[in-house]
């Protein structure tokens, strides 16, 4: 009975690990980067995730490279103008303050890969690289989830952005 028990721990602390899906880069943390599978023809997808800063200075995520999706991947932010939901790129990034955490998801700060090059395949996952200004670089893997509307993009990951396709 010991023996099982512990075997049934085992498995359960490596299935845990299997699905654990952060990064670190110095005082930053990335968790779950992730995305929502695309339809037919749609011509882009939506990236998500959560960075924590435990430094105390403030960094800034300036860009991001997915040369397997998108030769351009922006980010950007939805935010609400005279009772319109509008949508703009960022071109210098976004602020990572020193002690904060922010969070890109759907209707709020995400990351948009344009003109994707193929379609992202729910279960599938694929690399970029995470610029800072300050931390330099990361390679990541986005997690690809259900396309289905309300449907989180992947373990973690928050927002279901709507209004991008995805």
Do not use: W
Not at 55 to 69: G, H, N, W
């Amino acid at each position: 009975m010991k023996r099982m028990l512990a075997t049934i721990a085992v498995l359960a602390l490596s299935a845990s690990a299997a699905f654990a899906h952060d990064f670190t880069l110095g005082a930053l943390e990335i968790h779950h980067p992730a995305s929502k599978a695309t339809l037919p023809g749609q011509p882009v997808g939506g990236g998500f995730m959560t960075i924590t800063n435990k430094s105390t200075e403030a960094d800034r995520l300036v860009s991001i490279a997915a040369p397997d999706v998108s030769d351009d991947v922006q980010i950007h932010e939805m935010a609400m103008e005279n009772d319109v939901m509008k949508m703009r790129q960022l071109p210098d990034g976004v602020e990572i303050p020193a002690g904060a955490k922010v969070e890109l998801k759907s209707g709020g700060l995400h990351v948009m890969f344009m003109k994707i090059k193929h379609p992202l395949k729910e279960g599938e996952t694929f690399k970029a690289t995470l610029t800072f200004e300050k931390a330099g670089k990361i390679d990541v893997d986005f997690k690809i989830g259900s396309a289905k509307p309300g449907a989180k993009p992947a373990e973690g990951a928050s927002g279901d952005h709507q209004g991008h396709g995805g």
